[in-house]
């Protein structure tokens, strides 16, 4: 869905190293998610922000870092990178007042970490 | 969030119905049923989602039974591009996903 991007799209880091990866959305939601996926399993929750001022973490967060810097934009940060935080990220965003919490995806980040 | 239970895999013939089935026998009364479908590595794509009634949109229909404890996603005419993962679930406000069917539409 062209209306949440993420940046960038594949990255190769080192472990150790810090590293950003951004959300920006246009579709005027409040809420927004980073979750991660490994092959052959399901999404798991990173973290979740319903609004600028709420930030709450998923059931993985360890490792990880947020910051909702305004209505529009999310990042997600690795403090220190390691192998096993090598995954396909996605961010989403949501509605929850559309009767429901219909959530649209970025296309995903795949981050490969030696 | 309620659990669901989905088969891991199903194949379907080109131009015939794909029903898809999920049990969700622990489901709230305020939680909804969503489906979502994830073709290949690209980000999930919502279909549709319902509360009680059945639903239908310009992708598939749903069928959740009176007791809601299961449901169906019916794709009417199945064609190549929707071979994906099908992913269904049920929630108030955080969505969790479970591993899902993965849907192999055969020529």
């Known amino acids: 869905d062209a209306d949440v991007t993420q940046t960038p799209r594949n990255r190769i880091t080192k472990t150790g190293k810090r590293i950003m990866l951004e959300c920006s959305q246009t579709?005027?939601?409040?809420?927004m998610y980073w979750y991660r996926q490994d092959p052959g399993l399901g999404l798991r929750l990173i973290y979740y922000?319903?609004?600028?001022?709420?930030?709450n973490k998923g059931e993985i967060s360890d490792g990880y870092s947020v910051s909702r810097q305004a209505q529009a934009k999310f990042s997600l940060s690795l403090e220190s990178a390691i192998p096993n935080q090598t995954a396909l990220y996605f961010c989403?965003?949501?509605?929850?007042?559309?009767?429901?919490?219909?959530?649209?995806f970025g296309p995903g980040t795949r981050l490969t970490v030696l | 969030d309620a659990k669901t239970t989905q088969p891991p895999s199903m194949d379907c013939a080109e131009g015939r119905a794909a029903n898809l089935p999920c049990n969700h026998s622990?489901?709230?009364?305020?939680?909804?049923v969503y489906w979502y479908r994830q073709i290949h590595s690209q980000g999930p794509q919502y279909i549709i989602h319902?509360?009680?009634n059945n639903e239908t949109n310009e992708m598939a229909s749903l069928i959740i039974t009176e007791d809601r404890k299961s449901s169906t996603l019916i794709l009417p005419h199945a064609t190549l591009r929707d071979t994906a993962v099908y992913y269904c679930?049920?929630?108030?406000?955080?969505?969790?996903f479970g591993i899902g069917t993965k849907l192999q539409v055969i020529p």
């Open positions: 679930i049920v929630s108030y406000q955080k969505v969790t």
């Open positions: 922000s319903f609004d600028v001022k709420d930030i």
């Open positions: 579709k005027g939601h409040d809420r």
């Open positions: 622990t489901i709230s009364g305020n939680e909804y």
């Open positions: 989403a965003t949501s509605d929850f007042w559309q009767a429901g919490d219909t959530q649209y």
């Open positions: 319902g509360l009680k």
